[in-house]
């Protein structure tokens, strides 16, 4: 019976297995700043005042997505896309700007597709859940490590 309630925490009926979630925060340069490991069902937005940001990072400027509609009560630097109505289309400079933006979030989107390379996002995961968050921590580590340049010019000509 423990185990049931244990296991229906991580369960999401959207997607009809369970889960787990990481939420990456990155600067402009793609140096991964902070990772954040929910269960189950959680919204991204939930997940992000769950995870209490830092100071710098709610005061620096934010790009989010959609999903994150509300984060500029939080976040006075914050910029979300402009929402598109069944009643009101966007303009064309509501469109420029959301190209604008998406042209600036690319960057993570980037991230994400370096952390699926480990697969460890890509596939289930089918190892021990304690474990998820650790592992996730590593292989942003191991990004952040790619990120830097290696000075391997000793200076001797």
Known sequence: MKDQKKAKKYYSGKKKKHTQKAQIITNIKGKILAVTIAKGKMH????????????????????????????????????????????????????KENHKLSSNRIIIENINAKIKVFKITKYPY?????????????????????LIPLNTDSGKD
């Open 44 to 95: 991204d937005f939930r997940l992000f005042k769950n995870s209490n940001p830092t100071k710098k990072i709610l005061m620096s400027r934010v790009l989010a997505d959609l999903g994150y509609l509300g984060i500029d009560k939080i976040c006075p630097n914050a910029t979300i896309p402009n929402k598109k109505t069944k009643k009101k289309p966007l303009t064309k400079e509501e469109k």
């Open 126 to 146: 089918r190892n021990r859940r304690k474990r998820f968050g650790l592992r996730m921590n590593l292989i942003c580590a191991i990004i952040n490590l790619d």
